[in-house]
């Protein structure tokens, strides 16, 4: 066995040495481009190629000429997918980052940086989602001088803005190390508990928010939906979303970037299988609190029908069902069942976020009225979650984020 | 969304028979999930190792919270009851004439193996978490903390001259005796009993981290590891690897 | 004519004073609220379908001229980014057709106004809800909140605005009554303080015995409104485009509990978390005492 010193990479020669060390992993500008072949570049590359210019398209024509929006529908896809489920997705930042610092589980430290990574990406892709959206967004840069205190819409605004800033905090200790500035990184490193204390408490209001931007909606939610408690249940299907969320992204990475992690005693496994002990008793007190909800608003009667039928789908097929098969997973030992109730649960929590927004909003008007997303709303979505994915897996190759840095010993 | 003020009542009974009835099928729940077996995760050591040993134990995942199945390093390394350990593999036994016998623990004498012993001279005084001894060979020699303050008032010469015949590190193995001066603080500062087997549990699992994949597998069988383990897993470089772990 | 929503403040306020109008028994703020609050009696009795009032608000508001076909009346109509007002038509008990303006019902809480994260959505101290679009992000959040389904997105421009009736607030600044209240010809439209209008309301309908129904629209409806409706008895609101799952109670108020809790959680979430954080470390110090204490402080992650 090799008593292999750590090789820390020798100082690189100016600029131009520090691109090609850090940037192009230590490949020349033509064996980069060249290892970049590969077919899933290929699709992604496909996918920019027409979600780009659409997304121009959308500022230079407008949202009458790219969406499917109406005086009906005043809200779709990209509210409905790119910013509440983008965000509610991106909660596994505050949860798994609370777990470390605050609760002391040192065990998932391994997997906190690629958590607070994927939340932070999350939220970009959000507000871009979210600048696609509005009809004015240059008028974003005004909005928290404007005091708009009676809406839930304002209180969402602050809380994402503070908390983007908190994500973009955590997310400058891994680039500080990757840069070598090491000051910075001890210094951003002290100031990891305060954040965490933030960033747990404007998700709570935030993921909350985003629940209560819908109750002053009651005659067009669809009462096995609508609640006065609905920003109670956003809170904890947000801490039901991370968890889901960390277990798929975490099985992914572990997959993809496996060459990173050789030589790492780190026990994914057993980590996974913590996360679904903890995933299991979250979601069966959700499928509860559901529950209560329906019972709470005396909707009871609804259940006959076919929202009816499509509550029960997301509340049995989405909630439970992962629940038990968490329980079970984790319980027993069996991984790749704990990996799937992870997927359940995220379709599950897009699944509620997308009926809440769009497919049980405005459920009383005729079905020639309702909201149906345009293909290009479909393609933009899916070329910001693309561009989301392909930064990530960036970051990740270049670094600490699934392995230590050599230099910052002890940091991961 | 109005409706008719009597149905509260029968909305509420239905609302706590939903949270009496979720509240009892809570706790088997939670039982049930919290009855984990933990995964007997084949430890994925890596083939290339990390000189800078200290990464192993940094990166040290933990004891899962309600683990019931005893970790595959248990048995490797002993220590009896009566003897207290000190972080640096060292231990003290109180005697009954009231002084305290000072030796190496079994996982830095297999770590080190057959090695040399310089010992302290008759007089000296130690103190806790000084360098007292040192263990080695010709080449290297890597200092050992002792495990309580006192003067030295005994030394085993037979150790000293034959250290390859003491099997026993806390037996026939002492090193040497000492006249403790503080005794109590000392002690609180050492483990002994289940904490201190723990202890040694952890010291193994570092060790087996740094190990290749086949002797990996060796540890699901519960094979015991040989002496001289510091040699056979660092070669030369087996002096760092103890001074991590005895904290010199 | 645009004026800027400060500019326009003043303008209401002077122009009240001058005018001697009801913003002269306005509340401390300056607001006129409640009974002293603009209003309109909406008689729909009286209404011939004549559809003045919609010619007239297209050439106050500059918007183009409504169709001159009343045949588009057979269907239901709503109102639109170019159209602040319509007359629906529907078919009474007796068989005679039944007509009713439509337009944005200035509510006294308005949820529009309350849910606009910049305001530009708000509601005037003199009492119209109008849109100043110097702040509009164009989220849409007016259209989710308002209850009457009214304000309407100019989808097809790249410099949208949120279109819906103004209650000729700048008219209303200068004295003058609202354009469709002034072209009126049967009467159908009654233009004054909300209190008195109320009063009046119920007046007809106590004292024409069977000729109203005796429902207010707009009375309690989203807690009160600057229009107020009277129709014939067993007359379908729904078919002339009105909604009738209005809740009574003011949309903000809906959302004024989740909304108190941010406060809360402010204060709370830091004492909570870190004392949690206090007792995690607590404890794993705990179960360190006597020799691990070195181990885990190479590697503590409590920063």
């Given at each position: 066995?090799?008593?292999?010193?750590?090789?820390?990479?020798?100082?690189?020669?100016?600029?131009?040495?520090?691109?090609?060390?850090?940037?192009?992993?230590?490949?020349?500008?033509k064996?980069?481009?060249?290892?970049?072949?590969?077919?899933?570049?290929?699709?992604?590359?496909?996918?920019?190629?027409?979600?780009?210019?659409?997304?121009?398209?959308?500022?230079?024509?407008?949202?009458?000429?790219?969406?499917?929006?109406?005086?009906?529908?005043?809200?779709?896809l990209?509210?409905?997918?790119?910013?509440?489920?983008?965000?509610?997705?991106?909660?596994?930042?505050?949860?798994?980052?609370?777990?470390?610092?605050?609760?002391?589980?040192?065990?998932?430290?391994?997997?906190?940086?690629?958590?607070?990574?994927?939340?932070?990406?999350?939220?970009?892709?959000?507000?871009?989602?979210?600048?696609?959206?509005?009809?004015?967004p240059?008028?974003?840069?005004?909005?928290?001088?404007?005091?708009?205190?009676?809406?839930?819409?304002?209180?969402?605004?602050?809380?994402?803005?503070?908390?983007?800033?908190?994500?973009?905090?955590?997310?400058?200790?891994?680039?500080?190390?990757?840069?070598?500035?090491?000051?910075?990184?001890?210094f951003?490193?002290?100031?990891?508990?305060?954040?965490?204390?933030?960033?747990?408490?404007?998700?709570?209001?935030?993921?909350?928010?985003?629940?209560?931007?819908?109750?002053?909606?009651?005659?067009?939610?669809?009462?096995?939906?609508?609640?006065?408690?609905?920003?109670?249940?956003?809170?904890?299907?947000?801490?039901?979303?991370?968890?889901?969320?960390?277990?798929?992204?975490?099985?992914?990475?572990?997959?993809?970037?496996?060459r990173?992690?050789?030589?790492?005693?780190?026990?994914?496994?057993?980590?996974?299988?913590?996360?679904?002990?903890?995933?299991?008793?979250?979601?069966?007190?959700?499928?509860?609190?559901?529950?209560?909800?329906?019972?709470?608003?005396?909707?009871w009667?609804?259940?006959?029908?076919?929202?009816?039928?499509?509550?029960?789908?997301?509340?049995?097929?989405?909630?439970?069902?992962?629940?038990?098969?968490?329980?079970?997973?984790?319980?027993?030992?069996?991984?790749?069942?704990?990996?799937?109730?992870?997927?359940?649960?995220?379709?599950?929590?897009?699944?509620?976020?997308?009926?809440?927004?769009?497919?049980a909003?405005?459920?009383?008007?005729?079905?020639?009225?309702?909201?149906?997303?345009?293909?290009?709303?479909?393609?933009?979505?899916?070329?910001?979650?693309?561009?989301?994915?392909?930064?990530?897996?960036?970051?990740?190759?270049?670094?600490?984020?699934?392995?230590?840095?050599?230099?910052?010993?002890?940091?991961? | 969304?109005?409706?008719d003020?009597?149905?509260?009542?029968?909305?509420?009974?239905?609302?706590?028979?939903?949270?009496?009835?979720?509240?009892?099928?809570f706790?088997?729940?939670?039982?049930?999930?919290?009855?984990?077996?933990?995964?007997?995760?084949v430890?994925?050591?890596?083939a290339?190792?990390?000189?800078?040993?200290?990464?192993?134990?940094?990166a040290?995942?933990?004891?899962?919270?309600?683990?019931?199945?005893?970790?595959?390093t248990?048995?490797?390394?002993?220590?009896?009851?009566?003897?207290?350990?000190?972080?640096?593999?060292?231990?003290?036994?109180?005697?009954?004439?009231?002084?305290?016998?000072?030796?190496?623990?079994?996982?830095?004498?297999?770590?080190?193996?057959?090695?040399?012993?310089?010992?302290?001279?008759?007089?000296?005084?130690?103190?806790?978490?000084?360098?007292?001894?040192?263990?080695?060979?010709?080449?290297?020699?890597?200092?050992?903390?002792?495990?309580?303050?006192?003067?030295?008032?005994?030394?085993?010469?037979?150790?000293?001259?034959?250290?390859?015949?003491?099997?026993?590190?806390?037996?026939?193995?002492?090193?040497?005796?000492?006249?403790?001066?503080?005794?109590?603080?000392?002690?609180?500062?050492?483990?002994?009993?289940?904490?201190?087997?723990?202890?040694?549990?952890?010291?193994?699992?570092?060790?087996?981290?740094?190990?290749?994949?086949?002797?990996?597998?060796?540890?699901?069988?519960?094979?015991?590891?040989?002496?001289?383990?510091?040699?056979?897993?660092?070669?030369?470089?087996?002096?760092?690897?103890?001074?991590?772990?005895?904290?010199? | 004519?645009?004026?800027?929503?400060?500019?326009?403040?003043?303008?209401?306020?002077?122009?009240?004073?001058?005018?001697?109008?009801?913003?002269?028994?306005?509340?401390?703020?300056g607001?006129?609220?409640?009974?002293?609050?603009?209003?309109?009696?909406?008689?729909?009795?009286?209404?011939?379908?004549?559809?003045?009032?919609?010619?007239?608000?297209?050439?106050?508001?500059?918007?183009?001229?409504?169709?001159?076909?009343?045949?588009?009346?057979?269907?239901?109509r709503?109102?639109?980014?170019?159209?602040?007002?319509?007359?629906?038509?529907?078919?009474?008990?007796?068989?005679?057709?039944?007509?009713?303006?439509?337009?944005?019902?200035?509510?006294?809480?308005?949820?529009?106004?309350?849910?606009?994260?910049?305001?530009?959505?708000?509601?005037?101290?003199?009492?119209?809800?109008?849109?100043?679009?110097?702040?509009c992000?164009?989220?849409?959040?007016?259209?989710?909140?308002?209850?009457?389904?009214?304000?309407?997105?100019?989808?097809?421009?790249?410099?949208?605005?949120?279109?819906?009736?103004?209650?000729?607030?700048?008219r209303?600044?200068?004295?003058?009554?609202?354009?469709?209240?002034?072209?009126?010809?049967?009467g159908?439209?009654?233009?004054?303080?909300?209190?008195?209008?109320?009063?009046?309301?119920?007046?007809?309908?106590y004292?024409?015995?069977?000729?109203?129904?005796?429902?207010?629209?707009?009375?309690?409806?989203?807690?009160?409104?600057?229009?107020?409706?009277?129709?014939?008895?067993?007359?379908?609101?729904?078919?002339?485009?009105?909604?009738?799952?209005?809740?009574?109670?003011?949309?903000?108020?809906?959302?004024?509990?989740?909304?108190?809790?941010?406060?809360?959680?402010?204060?709370?979430?830091?004492?909570?978390?870190?004392?949690?954080?206090?007792?995690?470390?607590?404890?794993?110090?705990?179960?360190?005492?006597?020799?691990?204490?070195?181990?885990?402080?190479?590697?503590?992650?409590?920063?």
């Amino acid at each position: 066995m090799a008593s292999a010193r750590m090789q820390v990479a020798a100082a690189p020669q100016g600029f131009g040495g520090f691109v090609k060390e850090k940037v192009l992993l230590g490949m020349s500008v033509k064996d980069y481009v060249r290892s970049c072949c590969t077919p899933v570049n290929a699709v992604a590359a496909v996918i920019l190629a027409v979600g780009l210019p659409l997304l121009a398209y959308r500022f230079y024509a407008g949202l009458g000429a790219t969406t499917n929006l109406s005086q009906t529908a005043p809200w779709g896809l990209w509210i409905g997918f790119d910013m509440m489920t983008g965000i509610v997705l991106a909660a596994g930042g505050f949860t798994i980052g609370a777990s470390v610092q605050i609760f002391g589980l040192k065990e998932y430290h391994a997997i906190e940086r690629p958590a607070i990574l994927t939340a932070f990406l999350g939220y970009v892709m959000a507000v871009i989602g979210l600048i696609a959206d509005l009809g004015r967004p240059w008028n974003m840069a005004f909005f928290p001088f404007n005091y708009g205190t009676a809406s839930a819409l304002f209180e969402v605004a602050w809380c994402v803005l503070c908390y983007t800033s908190v994500l973009f905090l955590e997310f400058t200790l891994p680039f500080f190390e990757w840069a070598g500035w090491a000051r910075a990184a001890a210094f951003m490193k002290k100031l990891l508990i305060a954040l965490t204390v933030l960033s747990v408490m404007f998700s709570t209001m935030h993921q909350s928010a985003l629940g209560s931007l819908f109750l002053l909606a009651p005659t067009k939610l669809h009462p096995l939906w609508y609640t006065p408690f609905i920003f109670i249940f956003f809170f904890i299907s947000a801490i039901v979303a991370g968890i889901s969320m960390v277990v798929v992204e975490s099985s992914i990475s572990h997959r993809v970037f496996h060459r990173q992690l050789e030589g790492q005693p780190v026990d994914a496994d057993k980590l996974i299988l913590g996360l679904g002990k903890a995933g299991a008793v979250v979601m069966f007190a959700y499928f509860f609190l559901k529950l209560q909800g329906v019972v709470d608003g005396h909707a009871w009667g609804y259940l006959a029908t076919g929202y009816g039928a499509l509550f029960l789908v997301e509340v049995l097929g989405f909630i439970l069902l992962p629940s038990l098969l968490f329980a079970y997973g984790a319980r027993n030992g069996k991984v790749k069942l704990v990996q799937f109730a992870g997927l359940l649960g995220v379709l599950g929590i897009v699944l509620n976020r997308l009926n809440v927004s769009v497919v049980a909003f405005n459920w009383q008007l005729p079905s020639a009225q309702r909201y149906v997303p345009h293909w290009m709303e479909i393609w933009v979505s899916v070329t910001l979650v693309t561009i989301g994915v392909l930064a990530f897996r960036w970051i990740v190759n270049r670094m600490p984020i699934l392995r230590e840095d050599p230099r910052f010993p002890g940091a991961h | 969304m109005a409706h008719d003020f009597l149905s509260i009542y029968g909305a509420k009974a239905a609302e706590y028979l939903l949270a009496i009835g979720y509240l009892l099928l809570f706790i088997p729940f939670w039982r049930y999930v919290q009855g984990a077996r933990p995964k007997e995760a084949v430890v994925r050591a890596g083939a290339a190792a990390h000189a800078a040993a200290g990464a192993a134990r940094t990166a040290f995942p933990g004891r899962a919270a309600g683990a019931t199945a005893p970790s595959p390093t248990a048995g490797w390394f002993q220590v009896p009851a009566g003897v207290y350990l000190h972080p640096g593999h060292t231990w003290a036994r109180l005697e009954a004439d009231g002084l305290v016998s000072v030796g190496i623990d079994d996982f830095a004498h297999k770590l080190v193996g057959a090695a040399a012993l310089e010992l302290p001279e008759l007089g000296t005084r130690v103190a806790q978490g000084e360098p007292a001894l040192e263990v080695g060979d010709d080449e290297r020699k890597v200092p050992m903390l002792s495990p309580l303050d006192g003067s030295v008032v005994a030394v085993n010469a037979a150790a000293r001259e034959h250290p390859e015949a003491i099997d026993e590190p806390y037996g026939r193995g002492w090193l040497f005796k000492v006249k403790p001066s503080r005794l109590a603080a000392n002690l609180r500062q050492l483990l002994e009993g289940a904490p201190a087997r723990r202890f040694l549990e952890d010291a193994g699992e570092a060790i087996a981290f740094r190990m290749s994949p086949q002797l990996a597998t060796v540890l699901q069988d519960g094979g015991t590891p040989i002496h001289g383990i510091a040699r056979a897993l660092a070669g030369d470089d087996w002096d760092q690897l103890a001074r991590q772990h005895f904290l010199a | 004519m645009r004026i800027g929503r400060r500019g326009f403040v003043k303008l209401a306020v002077v122009g009240a004073g001058a005018a001697g109008v009801s913003a002269a028994t306005a509340s401390p703020q300056g607001t006129v609220e409640g009974d002293d609050a603009p209003g309109v009696l909406v008689d729909t009795t009286l209404c011939l379908g004549c559809r003045a009032c919609e010619a007239a608000c297209a050439e106050t508001n500059g918007l183009p001229p409504p169709p001159a076909d009343d045949a588009v009346m057979a269907s239901r109509r709503d109102t639109t980014e170019s159209a602040f007002t319509v007359v629906n038509r529907t078919v009474g008990e007796d068989g005679k057709p039944v007509f009713a303006k439509k337009q944005c019902m200035h509510c006294q809480a308005p949820g529009c106004a309350s849910a606009c994260p910049v305001r530009a959505m708000d509601k005037l101290p003199s009492g119209p809800v109008v849109w100043d679009g110097t702040n509009c992000l164009g989220c849409r959040y007016c259209m989710i909140a308002c209850p009457f389904d009214i304000p309407k997105y100019e989808y097809g421009s790249w410099n949208p605005r949120v279109r819906k009736c103004t209650f000729c607030a700048d008219r209303q600044a200068k004295g003058l009554k609202p354009a469709c209240t002034e072209v009126c010809p049967s009467g159908a439209l009654t233009f004054g303080r909300r209190g008195e209008l109320l009063e009046e309301a119920k007046r007809r309908i106590y004292t024409s015995a069977g000729k109203y129904s005796s429902h207010v629209y707009g009375e309690h409806e989203a807690g009160g409104t600057s229009f107020l409706y009277i129709t014939a008895p067993d007359v379908d609101l729904g078919a002339l485009a009105f909604r009738t799952d209005v809740p009574k109670k003011p949309i903000p108020e809906l959302v004024q509990g989740a909304l108190g809790a941010p406060p809360f959680v402010m204060t709370l979430w830091p004492p909570l978390l870190m004392g949690l954080y206090a007792f995690s470390k607590r404890r794993e110090g705990g179960s360190q005492e006597g020799g691990h204490g070195e181990k885990s402080g190479k590697e503590d992650p409590h920063g």
